[in-house]
């Protein structure tokens, strides 16, 4: 299945040598990531306790092209690797997507499939993408929010979302699942598609901002209750949920420390510390695998 999932993405987007097979085109920044208090409440996990912790920050455009230019219409995605105070590293990945297309790695298959270009013309054959959408109605929410999201001005402007559900527990005991959502302090913005740009205007304007000082985000865990689906990346949950601010993010500049000289950075949702579970996600668990063997054709170093 792994292969099959990586498979898909380079018939849509072509095979790009050293490229991830999607959000190929990204930039790298070094980052602080610090917990509040009410963190510490929610989980034991030993990046929730407050402590300043050295990240990295990874933007990105969510095609495998990483020639397609920046003010193509596209789903944003970030990566945010967290070193924690003992060791090791725990990992969150999201969209600017509000869910994600599908439930599960074969109905992911037969979505690439409905959407691969046709070989003759390049275009989307959209009597198969219109048949797969009434197949899965699931898929409409965020189809539509991906060709129907505005050109970003930044991406320290965008709002970012954790598609997949987590099992949070406490030092005494407790447990809630939550979602995550990472707001921008200075709010969303994005320009018009009359105006000229840059075909890496993102990176570019990223690299101005940080020359300046740094980009903030504030974290906040959204709490399911009652029979809100946690397995399920394509299902949101009602308004009016309950949020907890749970940490402060500041972007600080350009990275230029990792993913050089054959260096591999791979954001992993899956690896998370004590203090946050897994839920049954089919999406969630096919991650690891996916990204395993996209490493692997790209390089033959391993992922960190």
């Known amino acids: 299945m792994s292969d099959r999932l990586v498979d898909a993405l380079n018939s849509m987007y072509g095979t ?35 402590a300043p912790l050295r990240a990295h920050v990874r933007f990105s ?20 690797k967290i070193y924690l105070p003992a060791g090791g590293t725990t990992d969150m990945v999201g969209l600017t997507l509000p869910a994600f297309f599908v439930r599960t790695p074969d109905d992911l298959l037969a979505f690439n499939e409905a959407r691969r270009p ?27 929010a991906a060709i129907t999201a505005p050109r970003p001005a930044s991406y320290a402007r965008l709002t970012y979302h954790g598609v997949h559900a987590f099992r949070f527990l406490a030092a005494g005991g ?17 320009i018009s598609d009359d105006e000229g740009v840059d075909p890496d205007y993102l990176q570019q304007e990223l690299a101005d901002r940080l020359a300046k000082g740094p980009a903030g985000f504030h974290l906040e865990l959204e709490l399911a209750e009652g029979d809100d689906p946690v397995d399920d990346p394509t299902a949101a949950w009602p308004d009016g949920r309950e949020r907890v601010r749970i940490a402060r993010i500041e972007v600080t500049g350009l990275a230029f420390d990792r993913e050089r000289d054959g260096d591999v950075l791979v954001f992993d949702p899956t690896r998370v510390p004590d203090g946050v579970e897994l839920t049954a996600d089919p999406i969630l668990h096919a991650r690891s695998g996916a990204y395993r063997v996209s490493v692997a054709r790209r390089t033959a170093v391993a992922p960190s």
């Open 174 to 190: 407790s447990a809630r699942h939550a979602r995550w959502h990472l707001e921008p302090d200075e709010g969303e913005a994005s």
């Open 61 to 80: 455009n969510g095609s495998g092209n990483p020639a397609a230019p920046d003010g193509d219409r596209d789903g944003r995605g970030i990566g945010i």
């Open 118 to 144: 046709d070989p003759a013309t390049g275009q989307l054959d959209m009597e198969k993408v219109g048949a797969f959408l009434a197949e899965h109605p699931e898929t409409v929410p965020a189809v539509t």
């Open 16 to 50: 790009h040598p050293g490229h991830r097979a999607a959000h190929a085109k990204g930039v790298l920044c070094a980052a602080t990531f610090t917990a509040t208090p009410a963190a510490a409440e929610l989980s034991r996990a030993a990046h929730l306790q407050g």
